[in-house]
């Protein structure tokens, strides 16, 4: 009889919880629909391990951007600069490494001090982007469309508006260099080794992580998610790091790309969860006049958050030029658009505050998903446009109705 009326009790926090969380959930399982869905209409091409490259490949950058573009909307602006910032940073690279007309061919610099150099600059334009809309309060959506008019004319000027490669074959490892398999020796031929024992560590160190946070909250009192909704999450992370493991094992393994990406993920979940940074960032967001007679230095913060993302979006801007080996004229041309989507698609609010990067990362590979399967079943790029911007619109639809109805 006690059995019963826990299982029964258990029922009530379930539904309670998942709908206290609904835009959490709603998120992971639209990725899935959209996932199995276009397994479907591709005829099973979407997970095949080439495929599964082209589209970390192809969203890297996105994401890398997504990143920092949270940070700025947690914190109440938007930049409209990051796609033609990251073109920009691409033709310093290429001018750096390929072409410049001031010095000799001998004089090329190598790919480390080149790659230092720009994401030098891009931190220093972020930054000064930051200091005209702290210092003298003018509106981000401003400084930053004019920061995407002058970046685009600077690209444009630095290329002569042609192609600038190839680059130095270590540049493009960055993008297109793939982990080497150090178990190669002992591993079926085909089957890429060392790429499945990183998934199988991977996942046993965020289960554990999960386990001992889940310990943490417990014995303070705060574990709000029910057992059976953490028992469940955990298998389904465990299912889909291990078979995304496998379908890289069986292609060439894992990207260069893909562990810059990771590494990033892991250290602003750190930065945003975990360190009085993240958390005054939140509390901008959440009400700036507040914040600031807390003792928050608001105007330090803000220059740093966009500090952040001029670095992030110059080192997606390297992405970008070395996995098409050249820096071109139009390189980052709707990019700030795909960053900003992948931002409100995966749950950050319209009005600031509110914002995960799990979110973000999974609102960025809806789209991605979306692109990279629009295009196998050929549908054309003014129509992919429009169901893009319609997914958009739902997203924002479903923040703002949420957050009237709570």
Same mark, same amino acid.
């Given at each position: 009889m006690s059995q019963i009326v826990t299982e029964a009790a258990a029922k009530p926090d379930i539904m309670r919880f998942v709908?206290?969380? =609904?835009?959490?959930?709603?998120?992971?399982?639209?990725?899935?629909?959209?996932?199995?869905?276009?397994?479907?209409?591709?005829?099973? =091409? /979407?997970?095949?391990?080439l495929n599964m490259t082209n589209i970390i490949l192809q969203n890297s950058y996105i994401v890398i951007m997504a990143l920092g573009m949270l940070l700025i909307i947690v914190a109440g602006h938007i930049d409209l600069?990051?796609?033609? /910032?990251?073109?920009?940073?691409?033709?310093?690279?290429?001018?750096?490494?390929? $072409? $410049?007309?001031?010095?000799?061919?001998e004089w090329r610099m190598g790919t480390v001090p080149a790659v230092l150099i720009c994401l030098s600059v891009g931190a220093a334009i972020g930054a000064l982007q930051g200091w005209f809309v702290a210092k003298f309060r003018i509106p981000a959506f401003i400084v930053t469309l004019a920061g995407m008019l002058i970046y685009r004319g600077?690209?444009?000027?630095?290329?002569?508006?042609?192609?600038? !490669? @190839?680059?130095?074959?270590?540049?493009? +490892?960055?993008? $297109?260099?793939?982990? @080497?398999?150090?178990?190669?020796?002992?591993?079926?031929?085909?089957?890429?080794?060392?790429?499945? /024992?990183?998934?199988?560590?991977?996942?046993?160190?965020?289960?554990?992580?999960?386990?001992?946070?889940?310990?943490?909250e417990e014995e303070h009192g705060m574990a709000e998610e029910p057992i059976q909704l953490f028992h469940a999450r955990n298998?389904? =992370?465990? =299912?889909?790091?291990?078979?995304?493991?496998?379908?890289?094992a069986n292609h060439r393994g894992l990207p260069n790309v893909l562990i810059t990406m990771f590494a990033l993920v892991a250290l602003f979940?750190?930065?945003?969860?975990?360190?009085?940074f993240g958390r005054r960032v939140y509390a901008i967001g959440g009400n700036e006049k507040a914040a600031k007679l807390s003792g928050i230095n608001t105007e330090k913060v803000t220059i740093a958050i966009f500090s952040i993302m !001029?670095?992030?979006?110059?080192? +997606?801007?390297?992405?970008?030029?070395?996995?098409?080996?050249?820096?071109?004229?139009?390189? !980052?041309? !709707?990019?700030?658009?795909?960053?900003?989507?992948?931002?409100?698609?995966?749950?950050?609010?319209?009005?600031?505050?509110?914002?995960?990067?799990?979110?973000v990362v999974i609102g960025a590979f809806i789209m991605g998903v979306m692109n990279n399967?629009?295009?196998?079943?050929?549908?054309?790029?003014?129509?992919?446009?429009?169901?893009?911007?319609?997914?958009?619109?739902?997203?924002?639809?479903?923040?703002?109705?949420?957050? $009237?109805?709570?």
């Amino acid at each position: 009889m006690s059995q019963i009326v826990t299982e029964a009790a258990a029922k009530p926090d379930i539904m309670r919880f998942v709908k206290a969380n =609904i835009r959490d959930y709603a998120l992971l399982l639209s990725l899935l629909a959209i996932m199995i869905f276009f397994q479907i209409t591709t005829n099973g =091409i /979407l997970f095949t391990p080439l495929n599964m490259t082209n589209i970390i490949l192809q969203n890297s950058y996105i994401v890398i951007m997504a990143l920092g573009m949270l940070l700025i909307i947690v914190a109440g602006h938007i930049d409209l600069s990051v796609g033609f /910032l990251s073109g920009f940073i691409g033709a310093i690279a290429g001018v750096l490494m390929v $072409n $410049n007309p001031f010095w000799p061919p001998e004089w090329r610099m190598g790919t480390v001090p080149a790659v230092l150099i720009c994401l030098s600059v891009g931190a220093a334009i972020g930054a000064l982007q930051g200091w005209f809309v702290a210092k003298f309060r003018i509106p981000a959506f401003i400084v930053t469309l004019a920061g995407m008019l002058i970046y685009r004319g600077l690209m444009i000027a630095m290329l002569s508006g042609r192609n600038l !490669g @190839p680059f130095p074959d270590s540049f493009q +490892a960055i993008s $297109n260099g793939y982990v @080497p398999d150090y178990l190669a020796f002992m591993a079926p031929e085909g089957l890429h080794l060392f790429t499945l /024992l990183v998934g199988v560590v991977v996942t046993a160190l965020i289960i554990l992580a999960n386990w001992r946070s889940r310990k943490l909250e417990e014995e303070h009192g705060m574990a709000e998610e029910p057992i059976q909704l953490f028992h469940a999450r955990n298998v389904i =992370i465990a =299912i889909a790091f291990l078979g995304f493991s496998w379908i890289m094992a069986n292609h060439r393994g894992l990207p260069n790309v893909l562990i810059t990406m990771f590494a990033l993920v892991a250290l602003f979940m750190f930065i945003t969860t975990r360190t009085t940074f993240g958390r005054r960032v939140y509390a901008i967001g959440g009400n700036e006049k507040a914040a600031k007679l807390s003792g928050i230095n608001t105007e330090k913060v803000t220059i740093a958050i966009f500090s952040i993302m !001029g670095a992030l979006s110059a080192l +997606a801007g390297l992405v970008y030029a070395a996995r098409l080996n050249s820096a071109q004229p139009k390189a !980052g041309s !709707g990019l700030e658009l795909d960053v900003i989507a992948a931002c409100f698609i995966g749950g950050a609010a319209v009005t600031g505050g509110v914002g995960k990067i799990t979110g973000v990362v999974i609102g960025a590979f809806i789209m991605g998903v979306m692109n990279n399967g629009m295009g196998i079943m050929g549908i054309g790029i003014d129509w992919q446009q429009v169901i893009k911007g319609v997914v958009l619109m739902l997203a924002v639809f479903l923040d703002v109705y949420y957050k $009237n109805k709570g």
